[in-house]
Each structure stands twice: as C-alpha cells, then as structure tokens.
C-alpha cells in the first residue's frame, strides 16, 4: 500500500481495532504509522469529505468460485463468485477480525460487525481483484465496528476467478483463489 511520507501516531487499543490519536501516550504504548493516502487511489472510490481513518487492517485468505450457467446463456458456462474467507490482521501480523460472506461481513474479535453495499470499484492490475468502496450500514453489536462509515479495498494480491476451464462438463465444481488485500475502515468526523 502507498503511503503518505508524513508519520501520524496511532495506538491499538488493547483486544480491539479502533486507532486513535495518540501523541499523549507514554513510549512502548504506541505505534507509529504512516496515514492511508486517499490520492493514491482511483478517485472512483475515495472516500468523501467529512471522514476520517478509523483503521486498517491487512486481509489475508481465499474466495470460492463456482462453475455456473451463464445467465440467459443457454449451454454457457463461466465462474461464479461464492463468497469470500479472509483473517483481517493489524499492520503487525496480529488478527483482529474476520471477513465473511455473503452477505460480505467484517467482524471484529470483540463480535461487533458490519456488512456494506457496493458503491465503486476500480481496475486494480492484471491478475487481482478490483479496487472497491463500499458503504457500511449500521454495526452490529458494540465494539470496533460502531461508526464505521465507508470501507475500502485496495493494495490487491490475486482473487480473481480461476484460469480452468469452466465447461459445461464441470457445473457445480468449486475452485479456491487465494488473496490479499487492505481493508481501510473509516468514520465520521
């Protein structure tokens, strides 16, 4: 992921996702990160005026595909998305959360979640999934997950449907994609 080259301080609170300022915070109880950039992103899915970064978070995991009829395709067949299952981890490897679907769910260890509707992708080079943003809808439980506004999709590895053949022959057969991908979860100011 690219990030701006002006340090913000952040620390994790303790069992939970959400980051906040913490410039008053003794040493050893923060964590320096750079600040997500939103102009490192196609402008399609930037997030608006009004937001701020909430968190981020690193999912790592795999989205199943299916062999299907095309629709309205008659004796046509193509690869289906099924659904995605990703471990969401902070900037140092530690899992906070899971990613779930459908319908697509992000779920903090503390058990509160959100699911989101679609506003935006973007192309995000050969070989991998789209850049997206989606809009959250209410959380879910108490936790990480309150206030969550927008979710965004980017710095992606993989996940898109196999390369094998998806013949008639093969209807109902089921791959596994491996993937990677930045989940940059954002609030309200």
């Known amino acids: 992921m690219t990030m701006k080259t002006a340090p913000l301080l952040y620390c994790l609170a303790a069992g939970t996702l959400v980051l906040a300022g913490c410039e008053s915070m003794s040493p050893g109880k923060t964590m320096s990160m750079l600040a997500f950039d939103q102009a490192t992103v196609p402008e399609s899915i930037r997030v608006p005026a009004g937001h701020k970064l909430a968190w981020e978070t690193v999912g790592t995991g795999e989205i199943t595909y299916e062999c299907r009829d095309k629709a309205n395709m008659a004796g046509q067949t193509e690869w289906v998305f099924v659904g995605p299952k990703a471990v969401l981890a902070d900037r140092h490897?530690?899992?906070v959360g899971t990613y779930y679907?459908?319908?697509a769910t992000w779920q903090a260890l503390d058990g509160s979640r959100v699911t989101a509707t679609q506003l935006a992708v973007a192309p995000a080079g050969t070989?991998?999934?789209p850049y997206q943003l989606v809009k959250a809808n209410p959380a879910m439980g108490s936790g990480a997950m309150q206030g969550v506004t927008y979710i965004q999709r980017v710095a992606l590895k993989?996940?898109?449907?196999?390369a094998s053949p998806c013949t008639p022959a093969q209807k109902g057969t089921r791959e596994i994609v491996k993937y990677q991908a930045d989940y940059i979860f954002w609030k309200a100011l």
Request: charge should be positive; charged fraction near 5%.
């Open 93 to 95: 490897g530690k899992q």
């Open 101 to 103: 679907g459908p319908p």
């Open 127 to 129: 070989g991998n999934l």
């Open 158 to 162: 993989g996940g898109v449907a196999p």
